[in-house]
């Protein structure tokens, strides 16, 4: 009789080719189109924001790695992609100060206080808008024309809809010839890497459906209510930086639910967040608090929809 042999080891069992820093440079892949659009539409303050956030992102890491006595991994790509969205959700013509110190923010409290990549809580590239939001308001509500080479002030579409009832046009809000943050304006070049990723299946598509999904159905019924007081779906999938959430950070591997279920949850979520704060806060935009926020609840979401094990009772 012949002796079987099975190999005893731990899990997981089920081993992949790709590993972080190959999923980390294909998003960078993936923002390279977005980077371009800035660069054409904010010239040099495109190149020296996103220059001083990358830069502040790798050295923050490689300094608290250093004093924590972790394994260096600031070429892993993940410090990259943090500061590079960081730079896209700041507006151009925001000091470099502001964006190295928010950029510090985003790594140190953001990330490495947690425990590094795969322990932290909220998105840090959000978490580091978010604290610049509140310690410079002024700043960070300072908006610029694209191709002007001089702070010329102008309000975002979006701030324009709440407060003065005037639309940009849904081609300007899909090339990206309007104000607002440096990556966010350009929805057409936002898609072409939203695209790569998705057909790479480097993120789960479940979320940025959820997401968009309900910002259609919700603001398709309060613009047949106001057709008048309320932009059309169309224009509020285009404006803000609702594209860019959706596929560049609300997917976050880490910050988001585990299971199919719980995307879902976490996507319409956003969705109903955004409408609201779009349609009744003070604030013309609600991106960056809309994911947050469920960042926030993720334990719990992940902890309500965990699929029951094979055999056990209800």
């Keep these: ?38 660069i054409y539409f904010f010239r040099l303050w495109a190149i020296k924001l996103m220059a001083v956030c990358i830069i502040t992102a790798m050295g923050t890491e490689d300094i608290f790695q250093r004093l924590r006595k972790k394994d260096i ?14 730079a896209f959700i700041l507006p151009p013509s925001l000091p470099l100060w502001a964006a190295s110190l928010g950029t510090f923010f985003a790594i140190a409290l953001g990330k490495q206080i947690f425990g590094g990549l795969g322990y932290n809580i909220f998105n840090p590239a959000l978490l580091g808008r978010a604290f610049l939001m509140a310690t410079f308001p002024v700043l960070m509500t300072t908006w610029t024309k694209p191709f002007s080479l001089d702070v010329v002030t102008s309000a975002t579409p979006l701030a324009q809809m709440k407060f003065a009832q005037s639309f940009v046009s849904h081609q300007s809000l899909f090339l990206g010839n309007v104000s607002g943050s440096l990556g966010e304006t350009s929805a057409l070049a936002i898609l072409i890497g939203a695209s790569f990723l998705l057909i790479r299946k480097i993120i789960d598509w479940r979320i940025p459906a959820g997401y968009l999904g309900t910002v259609v159905l919700l603001s398709s019924i309060f613009w047949f209510i106001d057709p008048k007081g309320f932009a059309d779906p169309l224009w509020h999938l285009l404006a803000g930086g609702l594209i860019l959430g959706a596929f560049f950070m609300a997917p976050d591997m880490v910050t988001t639910p585990v299971t199919k279920r719980g995307r879902w949850v976490f996507g319409i979520g956003c969705g109903l967040i955004l409408i609201v704060i779009r ?24 902890r309500f929809t965990h699929p029951r094990i094979f055999g056990e009772q209800k």
């Excluded at 009789?1 to 960078?28: C, G, N, Q, W």
């Excluded at 991994?73 to 960081?86: E, R, W």
């Design 1 to 38: 009789m012949k002796e079987e042999h099975f190999l005893v080891s731990t899990s997981p069992h089920i081993r992949s080719a790709e590993d972080i820093p190959k999923i980390m440079y294909a998003v960078i892949i993936a923002l390279i189109p977005v980077a371009i659009a800035s």
């Design 73 to 86: 991994t600031v070429f892993d790509g993940s410090a990259i992609i943090t500061g590079l969205l960081l």
């Design 279 to 302: 349609s009744w806060s003070g604030l013309p935009e609600g991106v960056m608090y809309s994911i947050l926020l469920m960042n926030a609840i993720t334990p719990l979401i992940n």
